[in-house]
């Protein structure tokens, strides 16, 4: 694939992702565009299945903490309760029984809106922060997953190493105003066909385009 191919790829990839059910799409939906439910959820994905995140936020935490006033009443031990059995559970509640303190004292009870104040928040790197600029404050950012970094290298547009070193090539390679929906529209893309085994490229909509690095 060629830098000149991003366009096309792009827009094969965009409606692929609407046309397609997948679990980034219900993960998608169940935050909305709330920076609270945003950041939190994102948190919580974290080596965890979107399938699982998106049923633990959406039936468990969220009709009990709605919000950060809520998450500040709630002690960790049932904040644990609340979002078992993601992974690391107990290490995410506690990043979320810190996240309003953090708050209050680096931002006076907001959420930020740029990638290297989020990072000063516990449980928040790069991924997170980049996924909450772009989701909940529709601001251009590039998040950058192990399906982003898988698919950007089989699709032969860069050779990088990993996610971070993928996120520098494409905020230099891709169109701006393509940064918001180039997570969601490869997340979906490798959670359903391009797999990291036996990916499915018979039938793929972006074959064309595709050098199938290290696909045997």
């Known amino acids: 694939m060629k830098v000149a191919d991003i366009p096309a790829v792009h827009t094969a990839l965009l409606q692929d992702f609407h046309e397609n059910p997948a679990p980034v799409r219900d993960f998608i939906e169940v935050q909305g565009h709330n920076p609270f439910k945003v950041l939190v959820a994102t948190i919580l994905s974290a080596r965890t299945k979107d399938e699982l995140t998106t049923v633990i936020v959406r039936d468990q935490l969220f009709p009990e903490v709605p919000d950060l006033d809520a998450l500040r009443r709630t002690p960790r031990e049932r904040i644990e309760q609340l979002i078992y059995p993601v992974g690391f559970y107990r290490q995410k509640a506690r990043f979320l029984h810190e996240l309003p303190a953090a708050l209050d004292t680096l931002f006076e009870g907001r959420i930020p809106d740029t990638v290297e104040e989020l990072c000063q928040l516990p449980g928040v ?86 050098s199938r690095v290290g696909v045997k």
């Open 125 to 210: 790197g790069r991924k997170t922060a980049n996924l909450v600029v772009a989701q909940a404050f529709g601001k251009p950012a590039i998040c950058v997953d192990v399906h982003v970094h898988r698919i950007c290298n089989r699709l032969g547009l860069m050779k990088t190493r990993n996610p971070l070193e993928t996120e520098k090539k494409l905020r230099q390679i891709l169109p701006i105003e393509y940064w918001i929906d180039w997570n969601g529209s490869l997340v979906s893309f490798g959670q359903r066909r391009c797999t990291p085994q036996r990916p499915k490229c018979e039938g793929c909509p972006v074959r064309q385009w595709c």
